[in-house]
């Protein structure tokens, strides 16, 4: 315990109380297995710091800080829980963020906000995005959109399903009618229930 500086690291202020465990056998082969309050020297961190760090910097560690917990490897931050609730989960590096629960939004292979190469599960649904932000599966409450780009997918929904392709929908199947194309004049339009098929604007063919 010491009010101002400690015994083995002057430039360590206080007050803090320490535990320390041995890591040599010479006098000053020691280092923090605990520490509560001004965590100046400790812990990776510098002035004016307060807060409680469990366990040696130099392995795994939990550091409580105002606002935060961290789960730590010998100063990478593995895993973090802040004062709004959000909890961030990071790669090796202790940088990239790989995964984070912020309120009402799960992201995993991302922080929040990520669009490329990530899921992202919130209330509006479940989004797997592919490489980059256009490429995707989407399902909602009303709808599963698979999308390779802004211009080619399908939706299937309880009214149907549209298959688009450089923009346009070229196939939908509802109410039992599957319709391919759109031109009026060269669209084939199949009626499930009488068998009818309409090419284009000049052929018929009547079903039964």
């Known amino acids: 315990m010491y009010a101002d500086a400690a015994v083995n690291e002057s430039d360590h202020s206080g007050p803090t109380i320490v535990g ?22 400790h812990y990776g961190l510098g002035n004016d710091q307060p807060g409680v760090g469990i366990g040696k910097y130099s392995a795994e560690h939990m550091l409580i800080q105002s606002g935060s ?19 961030k989960m990071y790669a090796d ?3 990239a963020v790989m995964a984070q629960w912020e309120n009402t939004n799960l992201t995993l292979g991302g922080a ?23 490429n995707f599966v989407n399902i909602d409450s009303a709808v599963v959109t698979i999308q390779s780009s802004a211009d080619d997918s399908v939706a ?12 346009a929908n070229v196939i939908t199947i509802a109410s039992k009618v599957i319709t ?29």
């Open 112 to 134: 929040t906000g990520a669009t490329t190469d990530c899921v992202v599960v919130s209330t509006a649904g479940v989004k797997v995005y592919g490489s980059t932000s256009t």
């Open 180 to 208: 391919i194309g759109t031109n009026a004049n060269t669209k084939i339009v199949l009626d499930g229930d009488s068998g009818d098929c309409d090419i284009g604007s000049k052929i018929t063919l009547a079903g039964g």
């Open 20 to 41: 320390n465990v041995r890591t040599g056998t010479t006098i000053g082969a020691y280092e923090p297995m605990w520490a509560i309050g001004n965590l100046d020297g």
């Open 93 to 95: 590096d202790g940088n």
């Open 69 to 87: 917990i961290k789960f730590r490897d010998a100063g990478y931050t593995k895993m973090e829980m802040n004062g709004d609730g959000d909890i």
């Open 156 to 167: 299937i929904s309880a009214s149907g399903i549209t298959l688009r392709e450089a923009a």
